[in-house]
């Protein structure tokens, strides 16, 4: 098995996203501070709070959910855009599952320190099946769930 291997979620669609969520938070910040009509009174008051709360979520989703996952030869790290990288040895992950609600995502459930701790990855990341095979072929101590043994070869 190849070490030093980087999976990546899409660089376009993540710079995409980032950039119209910028955008359309600079719109919802000038019609918030501009003159209001009474005309259309209730929808520039209204609208762009509503903006704020949708690129609030985009933001969040592109800049502090996992980037990119980088298998070194005795650990993997979960690298963000905005967020301290996570290193987790291989032999402290003890589960992995498909959780379906409320986003489609990976479960990770790792120890350190002596506690569990969960960290979950986007499932938009590029070849995800092959680094999910990966990572069980690192860690056989994993113990998968009934979906995750089916895509796990």
């Known amino acids: 098995m190849q070490d ?13 996203s980032i950039v119209i969520g ?44 996992v980037n990119s996952l980088f298998f070194a030869e005795h650990s993997l790290k979960l690298r963000f855009l905005l967020r301290k990288t996570v290193s987790i040895n291989y032999n402290s992950l003890r589960k992995m599952e498909f959780q379906l609600k409320p986003r489609k995502t990976i479960k990770l459930t790792f120890e350190q320190n002596g506690e569990n701790k969960i960290i979950k990855i986007n499932r938009g990341i590029n070849n995800i099946i092959i680094a999910l095979n990966m990572l069980a072929g690192k860690a056989p101590q994993i113990e998968l769930d009934e979906f995750m043994q089916t895509i796990i070869s």
């Open 22 to 65: 910028l955008l359309a938070l600079v719109w919802a910040i000038y019609f918030i501070t501009g003159p209001i009509s009474q005309v259309d009174k209730w929808f520039k008051k209204v609208a762009p709070f509503i903006v704020l709360v949708l690129v609030g979520n985009v933001m969040y989703k592109n800049l502090f959910t």
């Open 4 to 16: 030093n291997k980087i999976f990546r979620f899409p660089i376009f669609l993540r710079t995409v």
